[in-house]
């Protein structure tokens, strides 16, 4: 599964205001500048995440964008399938857009990449934003020591 910019820059405004809940609105210009976002790219996603019901805007010069819901209501996986739509990694194991395959019947690499499917569904729809806050941000040398063999591709 890899996340698409627009799911990632939504997910980067979306921390930005759960870090800043309850404590009034944060512009547009300032969320795009915090985020490293394009801001024409920016509000088109927070048009977006308003119509989820997940922000909510206030116009003029101390305006901006809030989260319209508690961080505990909202979960990493309802911002990736909003946005990115299904979390299988093949069509032959998904639920919502299956695709056929002619080697369903006999494919046993299905079997790994359903649980692949049941295992990130799982974990991010257990993830809410609040939780994800609390998180200490990944240093590099950890990306680089996960332990696995050959990690070619990872």
């Not at 795009?32 to 206030?58: R, T």
Request: hydrophobic residues 40%.
């Amino acid at each position: 599964m890899r996340l698409s910019r627009k799911t990632d820059y939504a997910l980067r405004a979306l921390m930005t205001l759960v870090d800043r809940w309850g404590q009034g609105p944060i512009s547009m210009n300032e969320l795009a500048k915090k985020n490293d976002v394009p801001k024409k790219f920016l509000e088109h996603i927070m048009l977006d995440l308003k119509s989820q019901g997940w922000v909510d805007s206030s116009p003029g010069r101390t305006g901006g964008y809030v989260l319209a819901q508690p961080p505990e209501r909202i979960t990493l996986g309802q911002v990736v399938r909003h946005f990115d739509g299904i979390l299988a990694p093949i069509g032959c194991v998904s639920q919502s857009q299956p695709e056929a395959c002619s080697q369903s019947a006999t494919c046993r690499f299905r079997r790994v990449m359903l649980d692949v499917r049941n295992a990130t569904a799982a974990y991010l729809d257990g993830a809410t934003l609040a939780q994800v806050a609390r998180h200490e941000p990944v240093a590099h040398r950890e990306v680089l020591t996960l332990g696995l063999v050959d990690g070619d591709g990872i």
